[in-house]
């Protein structure tokens, strides 16, 4: 079965500081697509970024990379000069190539950023 | 920008009672998701459905669920005969190639 772990319940940063989520996932599969979402108070369900599998390159949107390992099947989100609006749930995510788009979700890591 | 609208925001109902979820995904979207997140917990996932047919469904969805798209443009989630454990938080998603989920801002359900 497929699974991915998050394993930092809890994190904590200085605002206009770099923070550092992981996850792992695990699959025997070779072709699938990894996200980022980004849960506020509100419970709104945010994109916040999304890797092809197949990329070598690491997808980057603004502030926010990842660091993408395949052999290591890692999938870590930084998020550069956190602001308090950073302040959230954030879970990471995986779905198979063509297989019509089933999330499996990780346990999620609480952040918050501090002023 | 498009986006998918669930209602009610909050719904309470008595055990036992059946209530429907209601979702209007993004208009040239295909695909459409429910999943479900008991409050503290992870988001799970519980059925897909693609060209008028679920393509996959989770064990979490039983007999009490079913899902409908009875028009152009609406998607709804029954639960038949709801459980205090069905309290949880809903949401619907789509997506236009089956890849990138757009997800509703959710429907709060709590049985009483």
């Known amino acids: 079965a497929q699974t991915v772990t998050q394993s930092q319940p809890e994190m904590s940063v200085q605002e206009a500081e770099t923070v550092t989520l992981s996850c792992t996932y695990d699959t025997s599969e070779n072709n699938y697509y990894l996200f980022w979402y980004k849960q506020p108070p509100s419970r709104q369900m945010i994109l916040v970024i999304r890797?092809?599998?197949?990329?070598?390159q690491n997808a980057t949107e603004n502030r926010f990379s990842v660091n993408f390992q395949k052999a290591a099947k890692s999938f870590s989100l930084k998020i550069s000069d956190s602001q308090l609006g950073d302040t959230a749930m954030y879970f990471c995510a995986f779905t198979f190539y063509n297989q019509g788009g089933k999330l499996i979700f990780g346990q999620g890591t609480e952040l918050s950023v501090k002023p | 920008e498009p986006e998918v609208t669930q209602t009610p925001s909050h719904q309470v109902t008595q055990m036992g009672q059946e209530v429907i979820l209601r979702c209007v995904p993004i208009s040239n979207h295909l695909y459409f998701y429910w999943y479900r997140q008991i409050l503290g917990q992870k988001v799970e996932f519980l059925v897909s459905f693609y060209n008028n047919e679920i393509s996959e469904k989770s064990e979490i969805f039983d007999d009490q669920f079913s899902v409908e798209r009875p028009d152009g443009s609406n998607f709804t989630l029954k639960i038949r005969s709801t459980k205090l454990e069905d309290s949880a938080m809903y949401f619907c998603?789509?997506?236009?190639?089956?890849?990138?989920?757009?997800f509703g801002s959710g429907t709060r359900l709590t049985v009483v």
């Open positions: 890797q092809e599998a197949y990329k070598q």
């Open positions: 998603a789509s997506s236009e190639e089956g890849v990138r989920a757009d």
